[in-house]
C-alpha cells in the first residue's frame, strides 16, 4: 500500500525552464510535506517543506504548492538549472516534520544544458 | 550545522556475519533518530524509530531481533544486521531531528553487500 507515489519516475527539462515535479498521497492524516533531492548512494537533502495550514511556500527557486482537497502537492523548480539533476523524492508525515516520514517512489530530474 | 554521519560508509560481508552500522549527529543532540532502507531504484522505506534511553519502535514487517537498534547517547544510534543474508543488501540511510526544527537530517547512507 503505497501511500504517497510520484508517478512520473522521469522528466527532463530544458535549461532555463520550469521543473514541475508531482506527488499524490492517500492519507488525509498527512499534515506536513516535504521535498528531498537525492544523489545516487548519497543521503536525502532537505530542499523545502509545507504544512497543511498553508498551499504554498516558496524559497529561493523552489516552489511547493499543496492541493488538500485533491491529496496532491507538486514542485516548481524555476529556473532549472544543470545542477538540479538528481532525484526527487517527496515524503509525508502524521505529526509535522520530526515524525517519520513516508516516503514517495521518487521522480529522476535531467535538466539539459 | 546539522550534519549526520554515518559509519561505513560501504560493507561487504559474508554471509551468517552480523554488521554494524553507526550514525552520529555531529553538531547537534537528537532525542530521535530515523533508519530507512533503500532497494536499486526503489523508494526509502522506514525500518524503525530510535529514541534515546528507550526501545526503538518497529516498522510493520521489520524484524527486531535480526535488525537490532541501540540508541545510547544523544548522539549515537546504532544498527546491527545480525546473520546478514544477501537479501539483506541495501542501501541504509539514517536520519536525525534537531529540536526546534521541523525536518530530518539525512546521514550518507550506508551501502551492505552481502555475499
Known amino acids: 500500500d503505497q501511500q504517497v507515489k510520484q508517478n512520473s519516475p522521469s522528466l527532463s527539462v530544458q535549461e532555463g525552464r520550469i521543473s514541475i515535479l508531482n506527488c499524490d498521497y492517500t492519507n488525509s492524516m498527512f499534515d506536513y510535506f516535504l521535498w528531498y533531492k537525492k544523489y545516487p548512494a548519497e543521503g536525502p537533502t532537505f530542499l523545502i517543506s509545507i504544512s497543511s495550514i498553508k498551499d504554498k511556500n516558496e524559497d529561493g527557486r523552489f516552489t511547493v504548492f499543496l492541493n488538500k482537497s485533491a491529496k496532491h502537492l507538486s514542485l516548481h523548480i524555476v529556473p532549472s538549472q544543470p545542477g538540479d539533476s538528481a532525484v526527487y523524492f517527496c515524503?509525508?508525515?502524521?505529526?509535522?516534520?520530526?515524525?517519520?516520514?513516508?516516503f514517495g517512489t521518487g521522480t529522476r530530474l535531467k535538466v539539459l544544458a | 550545522g546539522a550534519v549526520v554521519s554515518q559509519h561505513p560508509s560501504w560493507v561487504i560481508c559474508k554471509s551468517g556475519t552480523s554488521v554494524k552500522i553507526e550514525c552520529r549527529s555531529l553538531?547537534?543532540?537528537?532525542?530521535?533518530m530515523f533508519w530507512y532502507r533503500q532497494f536499486p531504484k526503489q523508494s526509502l522505506m522506514l525500518m524503525a524509530t530510535s529514541n534515546e534511553g528507550s526501545k526503538a519502535t518497529y516498522e510493520q514487517g521489520v524484524e527486531k531481533d535480526k535488525f537490532l537498534i541501540n540508541h545510547a547517547s544523544l548522539t549515537l544510534s546504532t544498527l546491527t544486521v545480525t546473520s546478514a543474508h544477501p537479501e539483506d543488501s541495501s542501501f541504509y540511510i539514517c536520519?536525525?531531528?534537531?529540536?526546534?526544527?521541523?525536518?530530518?537530517?539525512f546521514g550518507p547512507g550506508t551501502r551492505l553487500l552481502v555475499l
Open positions: 553538531d547537534f543532540q537528537a532525542t530521535t
Open positions: 515524503a509525508a508525515s502524521e505529526y509535522g516534520g520530526t515524525y517519520k516520514y513516508i
Open positions: 536520519s536525525a531531528v534537531l529540536a526546534g526544527v521541523e525536518t530530518q537530517y
